[in-house]
C-alpha cells in the first residue's frame, strides 16, 4: 500500500469509552449483579421478608440475592464455617464457606448508649449470641451465632429502646462516627449531635440513599484531640474556629484503606453548624449520582476524588448540589491529646468520664452487663465506644472514680492499660470472617500478653506505638494506618503470617498529618513468630531513634536491614 493511499484511508473512528455506571453520565446500567438486583427491589423492603417469610422458614427458605446481598442492609451476614482452614478461603466459593448463622452488626451512630440500651445490647448476646460482642473500630457491636430465627426478637428487643441493625452494612450511609466526648469536654470546638441525629432521623432507612455505589462512612467531631481517624472516611466534618464565622466545620473527602488505600482530602469548604447536614445530603447524592457503579473494585467515593480532583468535587457539589457557594476555612489545627479518651477527665461540669479499653474489641455480653452495673453504681446512665474498640463511662463523681476503675479491670477494661495493650487492634479474623486467612483476635491478645511481659521492666515509649492485626488484605483494622500494620497472608501456600506495614499512622498529638505505612520487599512474618518480631523492631527502634523521634519517622528512615 502507498503512502498516499494510506493517508486517504478514512480514519478509524474513536472507541467510545466504556461506561463506568455514573447515573448523572451513563443513565442507570446494571453493569453487575450488585447494581441488578439493587434495582430490582430496594434493599431496605428485605426487613419485612427476614420478619414474615425467612424467620418461620429458616434458613433454607432465603434465595441467595436476600442471603448473600440485601440482608447487608440489615447489618446481617453469613458467618464463616467453623473449621475451614485459611488455606482454602481463595479455594471455596461463598457458599461453602458460609455457615447457617449470621454475624450481626447494631448501629450506633456515634458510639452513644444509655445503660438501659446497654443492657438491651448485653441480653441479646447472651440469650442469642452465645455471648458474643465485639466493639468495633466503627463504635458498633458485632455479634456472631445469630440464627435467622431469632432475628425478628431481636430487632423487637432494639426497637424498644432505639436501637437498629438498618444499615450498618450494604451500599449505603454506614455508622456515622461521632466524637464519644461530645457535650462533656471543655475544650470541646464544637458539639456536632444535632447534625448526627437529623442524619439519623431522616436519612437512614430512606429509599433516596438506599443505593448508593458502594459503602458511605462519615465522621463528626467537634474535640482538638481529632478523635474520630477522619482521614479514612468518605466524608468527614471536623471542627474549627474561622476567624470571622465562629465555630464550625473543616470538609474532609475521599477516604478509606482497604486494598487501594487512600487518605481523606480537605475541600478547603468552611460549614457553618446549620449547614452541616445539607452539605452531608450533597455530598451523598453527589456520590450516588456520580459514583462509579461498573466495578466494585472501583466504586468507593475515594476514586472519584482521585479521578476529578477535590477542586472539581468542591465545584460540582456547590453548582448542582447547594446552588451557591461555600465559604472557605481553615485547616484544623494539630491534635492536642490522644484521640482514644483512655484514663480518667474531668468534663466541662466537674463530673469525670472515664475511659477503658478492651483488649482488642473482645468483650461479651456479661462483662457488657457488668459495665451497664459499674456505670449506674458510680452515677452515670451514659456509655460511649470509641473508633478505638474502646469504652467510656460518663457523669461519674470524682469519689466514685476509683471503684469504677477497679470494676472495669475486673472485666478485662483496663482505664490504666499497658502501651500495647492500649494501642493493639484487631479485626474479625478467621475465627467468623469469611475473608481472612489467618487469626486475629486470639493472635493479638496473646501478643499483648507476651509484650507486657518482654517489657516489663523497660521505661515507658515517649509516644503512642499502634499495632493493628488484620486477617486479609481489606484493611478493616486499618493496618495501613498503624505504626506497625500486620496483614493477613498464607506463607509458602499453608502457613498462617503476616505481611508486614511500618510508620503509617493518623494525625494526632505526636504526628502532624496521616500518612501510610512502608512495606519491606519480602518482609513476611509466621503467626508464630509474631512476638520476636515486634520485639525486635521496637528494641531497634528504641536503640537507634533520635532524640523525639517517633516510631512512623524511624520507621521511614530506616535501612531495611533494621527492619526486618
Not at 469509552?17 to 453520565?25: A, D, H, N
Not at 485459611?86 to 461453602?96: F, H, N, Q, Y
Not at 442524619?199 to 474520630?228: C, M, Q, W
Not at 474549627?240 to 465562629?246: A, D, K, N
Request: with cysteine; aromatic share 8%.
Amino acid at each position: 500500500m502507498t503512502d498516499t493511499a494510506a493517508a486517504s484511508r478514512p480514519a478509524r473512528p474513536a472507541r467510545a469509552p466504556k461506561p463506568k455506571g455514573q447515573w448523572k453520565i451513563d443513565g442507570k446500567l446494571q453493569l453487575n449483579h450488585n447494581e441488578e438486583f439493587k434495582a430490582e427491589d430496594d434493599a431496605l423492603n428485605v426487613r419485612q421478608r427476614i420478619i414474615d417469610v425467612y424467620s418461620k422458614e429458616g434458613f433454607d427458605s432465603i434465595p441467595s440475592d436476600d442471603l448473600s446481598g440485601r440482608f447487608r442492609w440489615m447489618g446481617l451476614y453469613t458467618q464463616r464455617k467453623q473449621g475451614i482452614s485459611g488455606a482454602r478461603t481463595s479455594k471455596l466459593e461463598a457458599d461453602e464457606l458460609q455457615d447457617k448463622y449470621f454475624m450481626m452488626r447494631v448501629r450506633i451512630d456515634g458510639g452513644a448508649l444509655t445503660t438501659e440500651q446497654l443492657r438491651v445490647v448485653a441480653g441479646v448476646s447472651t440469650e442469642f449470641a452465645r455471648n458474643s460482642a465485639d466493639i468495633s473500630d466503627r463504635q458498633n457491636v458485632q455479634y456472631h451465632w445469630i440464627r435467622i430465627e431469632d432475628v425478628p426478637e431481636i430487632w423487637r428487643r432494639f426497637d424498644e429502646v432505639g436501637l437498629t441493625t438498618m444499615e450498618a452494612c450494604g451500599d449505603c450511609p454506614r455508622v456515622v462516627l461521632g466524637s464519644p466526648v461530645v457535650g462533656i469536654a471543655a475544650d470541646e470546638i464544637i458539639d456536632p449531635t444535632p447534625a448526627i441525629q437529623e442524619i439519623k432521623d431522616k436519612y437512614i432507612g430512606s429509599p433516596e440513599f438506599s443505593n448508593l455505589p458502594r459503602k458511605y462512612k462519615t465522621a463528626f467531631t467537634g474535640h482538638p484531640s481529632l478523635d474520630v481517624v477522619h482521614e479514612i472516611n468518605d466524608i468527614a466534618f471536623v471542627g474549627v474556629v474561622h476567624p470571622e464565622l465562629g465555630a464550625g466545620y473543616d470538609l474532609w473527602v475521599g477516604g478509606g484503606l482497604s486494598t487501594n488505600p487512600q487518605l481523606a482530602q480537605r475541600l478547603g469548604t468552611f460549614v457553618r453548624p446549620e449547614e452541616a447536614v445539607e452539605v452531608w445530603h450533597g455530598v451523598t447524592s453527589l456520590f450516588r449520582d456520580y459514583g462509579y457503579r461498573a466495578q466494585r473494585t472501583r466504586n468507593r467515593l475515594k476514586f472519584l476524588v482521585k479521578d476529578w480532583g477535590v477542586e472539581k468535587v468542591r465545584q460540582v457539589l456547590q453548582d448542582e448540589y447547594l446552588g451557591r457557594e461555600l465559604a472557605d476555612g481553615p485547616a484544623p489545627a494539630k491534635a492536642t491529646s490522644p484521640g482514644d479518651h483512655i484514663g480518667v477527665f474531668e468534663q466541662k461540669d466537674g463530673r469525670f468520664f472515664v475511659g477503658a479499653t478492651t483488649t482488642v474489641g473482645r468483650a461479651g455480653g456479661d462483662v457488657l452487663a457488668k459495665v451497664a452495673d459499674l456505670a449506674e453504681a458510680a452515677g452515670s446512665q451514659r456509655i460511649r465506644f470509641t473508633p478505638h474498640q474502646g469504652v467510656l463511662v460518663l457523669d461519674v463523681e470524682e469519689d466514685k472514680v476509683e471503684a469504677l476503675i477497679e470494676g472495669l479491670a475486673a472485666v478485662n477494661l483496663h482505664a490504666r492499660p499497658s502501651s500495647f495493650r492500649r494501642w493493639t487492634m484487631a479485626c474479625t479474623g478467621i475465627e467468623y470472617c469469611k475473608l481472612a486467612f489467618v487469626d486475629t483476635k486470639d493472635s493479638a491478645t496473646e501478643l499483648v500478653a507476651e509484650l507486657e511481659k518482654r517489657f516489663a521492666g523497660d521505661a515507658p515509649l515517649e509516644t503512642p506505638l499502634s499495632i493493628h492485626l488484620n486477617g486479609c488484605p481489606n484493611s478493616c483494622a486499618r493496618i495501613q494506618t498503624a505504626d506497625i500494620g500486620l496483614k493477613g497472608q498464607l506463607l509458602d501456600g499453608d502457613t498462617p503470617g503476616f505481611q508486614v506495614h511500618l510508620g503509617g499512622g493518623l494525625a494526632a498529638s505526636h504526628r502532624d498529618e496521616g500518612g501510610l505505612g512502608r512495606t519491606v520487599r519480602g518482609l513476611r512474618v509466621k503467626t508464630t513468630d509474631l512476638a520476636d518480631y515486634v520485639e525486635r523492631v521496637i528494641r531497634k527502634y528504641v536503640d537507634s531513634r533520635d532524640a523525639g523521634e517517633t516510631f512512623a519517622e524511624w520507621a521511614h528512615r530506616a535501612d531495611e536491614e533494621a527492619l526486618v
